[in-house]
């Protein structure tokens, strides 16, 4: 027998609407939901490989408990109760802090982990906890958390109503979209580039420079004298455009004097961007009838993020655009994640305790976390909860994490594999699937291009001997509560706590709204909202935030190197057949040709003797990994290029598919020292490196 059911897509943050085939109860067929009104239909190849994490052999199901290199499966209750006791044992010891988090990237895309995991952590009451936010989005939000008063009060380009759209360190065309939820964004660009124009900055000419109107290569990290020198020239054009926020300006007359008595004589050595391109760009931006700029992981992981984050806002803002169907302006979700109670982006309550980094909303930088594991001395980390999170492969200096894991006296993992960083778990506990599982996009929702909701309900029971994350979070709770004496009160099931969040906002819409819309509901395009919404203590729009000033002055100061003769610079990439690094088990996107080499340019390589398709050793500061180099003309000289979340070849892991794929890991490069000034995200990007032939 044949059923269909509906659900978004939870892989990546384009939320596409899927239809799923069963046939006699199995999945049997996914599709894009032609009937979903956001996504029209839209799917991309890792939609389809939900086929194979569904039937994935090396995908946990029930607890496993680490004794030396071998595993053994162990009982959910047997299971709790160890983790539990060995928390709270240690933290007795050694106090709260001994006991560290890392939460990655794909907590966010499940109610079940970022809906439960925050009364977990309370309760642990430990300063260090890490996530995949600070070697990603942290500029953003922290920006806005200084000009708006909330993290969260992020403004979302309005990709379908504006006519020109300046895209910096973005390649939607294979990331679908970040902090701008927009699925089919082959078809939104097409859409734009017939009606206005694209404009992408980004040192290769990526699948989305290769659509746009116009591409500017850029040397990398060159976007903060790219953005002073933009603003420099749009106030030359017209004064800023500023009647829409009468009254609610804070400090702009401060902050742009302090970008104009910037330099910008160097613009054309230091970024490869000529000054007539500036205002040619200048010129048009405020031509356009809507314009919007935008920037995403190209300028938030390198090393001027917080500043380049805080100028893109203040392009939008002089040109008129902040706040404006057509600009950038933030989504009103039916589920609140800004307003009373929520977390603003509180800054600096705690320090690091080994390099002194100041917390971030609750958070401290991942760059320093294997630091806080390896030094010994009074607040060592000594034992860590993971969850949805990959470290080894996904933050800066993977091999230092590594051996931190290494040295650890308990880990505890929650995640679905065996892979290069829950290897070292004494036990992971695994999640059913999320199919069996009610969902709603929290996240998501609040960063989309439209206002969109969505109710995704659970298309089959978990199998008895499985856990729902949520279930796993209130098992882990109340061991952990009963071992060190506290108070767990269990949470209810998601549908419980997606009603109750539905009723916190202002949209109207209950879970019965929800459960008679099964392809999700469209409530219309995003409005103007941030002015009424504005956090921040003076109710007005902190042009000026503390990080500004701060940072504009450090980079007056900072060293100058020149495009021509600086030497090699190493940035990322993502394709459109992976997911980090967690997905290259999947043999739908494992297959085909491998993804994993170095890209540089052809005279790059002409000039270090090196072949096309050849071995080579790339080193950094921090250490030297063994790839083949492809040519590339589409790079910027003086720029190579390698994607992350390779590195499958670790011992110990078990995914046999992914152990296959070639490839090592970009972070096995990356410099733990080198993050941003802001807000301490990681600089991943504007890495400086150098190429050798191997034999
Ligand atoms: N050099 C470089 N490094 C980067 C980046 C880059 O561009 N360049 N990008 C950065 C970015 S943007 C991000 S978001 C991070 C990601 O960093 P991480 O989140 O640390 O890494 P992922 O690869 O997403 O790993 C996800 C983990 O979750 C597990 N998992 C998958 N599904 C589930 C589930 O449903 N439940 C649970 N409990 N576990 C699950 C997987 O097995 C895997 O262990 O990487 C960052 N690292
Ligand atoms: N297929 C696929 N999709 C994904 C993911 C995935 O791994 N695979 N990951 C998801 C996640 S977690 C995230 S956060 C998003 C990220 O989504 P995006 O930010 O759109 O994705 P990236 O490909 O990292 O784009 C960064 C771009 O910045 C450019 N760049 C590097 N350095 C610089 C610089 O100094 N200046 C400028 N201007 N550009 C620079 C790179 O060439 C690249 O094109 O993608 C999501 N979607
Ligand atoms: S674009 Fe993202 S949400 Fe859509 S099918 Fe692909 S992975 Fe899933
Ligand atoms: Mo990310």
């Not at 952990?480 to 109207?508: C, V």
Request: with cysteine; aromatic share 6%.
């Amino acid at each position: 027998m044949r059923t269909n059911a509906y659900r978004a897509c939870d892989l990546c943050e384009a939320i596409c609407g899927l239809e799923l085939r069963f046939e006699d109860g199995a999945l049997a067929a996914i599709h894009g939901d032609a009937a979903d009104p956001f996504s029209q239909g839209h799917i991309c190849p890792k939609g389809n490989a939900i086929l194979d994490l569904e039937t994935d052999p090396d995908r946990l199901r029930v607890p496993m408990l680490r004794e030396g290199s071998a595993w053994r499966a162990i009982g959910w209750d047997e299971a709790f109760a160890l983790a539990g006791s060995r928390l709270a044992a240690i933290q007795q010891a050694h106090g709260p802090a001994s006991v560290a988090a890392y939460l990655g990237n794909p907590n966010v895309h499940h109610f079940g982990h970022i809906a439960y995991l925050p009364s977990l952590l309370r309760m642990l009451r430990t300063p260090n906890i890490f996530s995949a936010s600070s070697v990603d989005q942290w500029p953003h939000q922290f920006a806005c958390a200084q000009m708006y008063g909330h993290q969260f009060l992020l403004p979302i380009p309005d990709i379908d109503h504006t006519d020109y759209f300046l895209m910096l360190g973005a390649n939607p065309m294979a990331s679908n979209g970040s902090l701008m939820t927009a699925p089919g964004i082959p078809r939104r660009l097409k859409a734009l580039t017939a009606r206005g124009k694209l404009v992408v900055v980004d040192p290769r000419r990526t699948e989305t420079a290769a659509i746009a109107s116009q591409h500017i290569p850029i040397r990398p990290g060159g976007d903060a004298l790219f953005l002073v020198a933009l603003l420099q020239a749009m106030q030359q054009v017209s004064p800023p455009r500023l009647d829409a926020y009468a009254g609610r300006l804070a400090g702009l007359d401060i902050a742009l004097a302090a970008i104009n008595a910037i330099d910008t004589a160097s613009l054309e050595a230091e970024t490869g961007i000529a000054m007539h391109v500036v205002e040619q760009v200048a010129r048009e931006f405020l031509a356009a009838p809507h314009a919007v700029a935008y920037g995403r992981m190209g300028v938030s992981v390198q090393p001027w993020g917080t500043l380049c984050q805080v100028l893109l806002q203040l392009v939008n803002l002089v040109s008129g655009n902040l706040d404006r169907v057509g600009g950038a302006l933030p989504n009103e979700p039916a589920i609140p994640i800004t307003g009373p109670g929520t977390n603003q982006g509180t800054r600096g309550r705690w320090h690091s305790r080994v390099r002194g980094l100041p917390e971030f909303a609750g958070e401290l930088p991942v760059a320093c976390m294997a630091e806080e594991i390896a030094t010994p001395g009074d607040g060592q980390v000594r034992a860590l909860l993971t969850c949805a999170g990959n470290p080894v492969l996904s933050t800066p200096d993977g091999r230092a994490v590594d051996r931190a894991l290494e040295g650890l006296e308990f880990m505890v993992a929650i995640d679905i594999y065996i892979n290069e960083t829950t290897r070292h778990a004494d036990l992971i506990l695994p999640p059913a699937s999320p199919l069996t599982q009610d969902h709603y996009d929290s996240i998501f929702n609040a960063f989309a291009v439209r206002r969109v909701a969505r109710l995704n309900r659970a298309l089959h029971p978990r199998g008895e001997d499985e856990r729902a994350d949520w279930e796993i979070i209130n098992g882990l709770g109340e061991a952990y509560a009963a071992s060190a004496g506290k108070q767990w009160q269990p949470l209810p099931p998601p549908r419980d706590l997606i009603a109750i969040g539905l009723a916190r906002g202002d949209s109207g819409l209950d879970l019965a709204a929800l459960d008679a819309a099964p392809h999700g509901l469209d409530l219309g395009p995003l409005r103007p909202s941030l002015l009424t919404r504005l956090q921040t203590a003076s109710g007005c729009i902190e042009c000026e935030p503390p990080a500004l000033l701060a940072e504009l002055e450090r980079f007056a100061a900072r060293e100058r190197s020149d495009n021509a003769n600086a030497g090699l610079r190493l940035i990322g990439r993502r394709e459109v057949r992976s997911n980090n690094s967690w997905m290259h088990n999947a043999p739908r996107l494992a297959k085909g040709k491998p993804r994993h080499q170095l890209l540089m340019h052809p005279d790059d390589m002409t000039a270090r003797g090196l072949q096309d398709g050849g071995r080579v050793a790339v080193r950094s500061r921090i250490g030297e990994i063994r790839t083949e180099v492809l040519a590339d003309a589409g790079l910027m000289p003086g720029v190579a290029c390698l994607p992350h979340g390779y590195g499958h070849g670790r011992e110990g892991i078990q995914l046999a598919r992914a152990s296959a794929v070639p490839g090592e890991s970009y972070n096995d490069l990356t410099d733990p020292l080198a993050i941003e000034g802001g807000c301490g995200n990681a600089a991943l990007n504007a890495l400086p490196i150098e190429v050798e032939a191997l034999p």
